[in-house]
C-alpha cells in the first residue's frame, strides 16, 4: 500500500460531509502541534509564543468547517512574522516546525469549503512529516531514546499497517489517523465528538503521539 496515494484515506474522506472533514484535518494537526510549543523558534523568526498558542486554541475552538473570524485574524497574525521573509536554511527540527504551521495556514485557507482536497492534504501533510522524521533518525547519527521500543512496535502491528511499508512514527500516525476517522464517522452527533469519553480519547492518543515526536525532536536540534 502506498501512504501518498492511499485509497482508502480517499475513501474515507469521500463519505465525511464538511464538519466531518474539518475534525478529521484539525486531528491531523492536532498530531504535529507539540514541536511547536516544546522547542523553541529561533528568534529571528519573530514569532510570538502567545500567538503560536492564539492560533492553536482557535483552531481547536470551532470545528464545523465554517470560517472563522477568531482563527483567519490568528492566521493573520502569523503570517505577518518576519518567518516567511527569511532566506536561512532551517534545520530538521526547525523544518519540521514550518511545516506544521504550514499545515494551520492550510486549514485557515480551507475554511468555507473545506473540500475533500484540501482536507485530504493537511492529513497528507502529517502523514508526510511522520516519515521524514523515521527517515531523519535512520541518516543520523544522533541517538534517539527508546529506539527498542520502537523496533516492538514495528515487530507487532497487524497486518494492515505492515502493508505500507513505513518506520514507526509513519506507522503510529496511521494508527491514531485510523482511530480518529472511524471515531468521526461512528459518531451519532458530530458536534458533542470533541466532548464525549471518545472524542477526548482521541485528543489523548494525539497529544501522546505528538509529545512522542517531540521527544524524538529535541536531540536533534543543533545548539548554537
Not at 484539525?26 to 492564539?54: N, T
Not at 468547517?65 to 521573509?85: I, M, N, R, S
Amino acid at each position: 500500500m502506498d501512504w501518498r496515494d492511499d485509497e482508502v484515506l480517499s475513501a474515507r474522506i469521500s463519505v465525511m460531509n464538511r464538519p466531518q472533514r474539518h475534525q478529521a484535518a484539525f486531528l491531523a494537526l492536532r498530531r504535529l502541534q507539540a514541536p511547536l510549543l516544546g522547542i523553541e523558534m529561533p528568534a529571528d523568526w519573530g514569532i510570538d509564543s502567545v500567538v503560536v498558542d492564539a492560533l492553536l486554541r482557535s483552531g481547536g475552538a470551532r470545528l464545523d468547517g465554517e470560517a472563522d473570524e477568531v482563527f483567519q485574524q490568528a492566521v493573520a497574525e502569523l503570517c505577518a512574522a518576519p518567518l516567511f521573509e527569511s532566506e536561512v536554511e532551517p534545520e530538521f527540527a526547525e523544518l519540521f516546525q514550518l511545516e506544521a504551521i504550514g499545515g494551520w495556514l492550510l486549514l485557515g485557507e480551507a475554511l468555507g469549503e473545506m473540500s475533500e482536497v484540501q482536507t485530504g492534504g493537511i492529513i497528507s501533510l502529517a502523514r508526510e512529516l511522520a516519515n521524514s522524521l523515521d527517515t531523519f533518525m535512520d541518516d543520523s547519527l544522533t541517538v534517539v531514546e527508546g529506539e527498542d521500543l520502537r523496533e516492538r512496535y514495528l515487530a507487532g502491528i497487524g497486518e494492515r499497517l505492515h502493508a505500507y511499508g513505513v518506520g514507526y512514527f509513519a506507522s503510529r500516525n496511521l494508527e491514531v489517523e485510523g482511530r480518529c476517522h472511524e471515531a468521526i464517522l461512528t459518531a451519532f452527533d458530530g458536534d458533542e465528538l470533541f466532548t464525549s469519553a471518545a472524542g477526548r480519547e482521541l485528543l489523548i492518543n494525539c497529544d501522546d503521539y505528538s509529545n512522542e515526536m517531540l521527544s524524538a525532536l529535541r536531540p536533534l536540534v543543533k545548539d548554537d
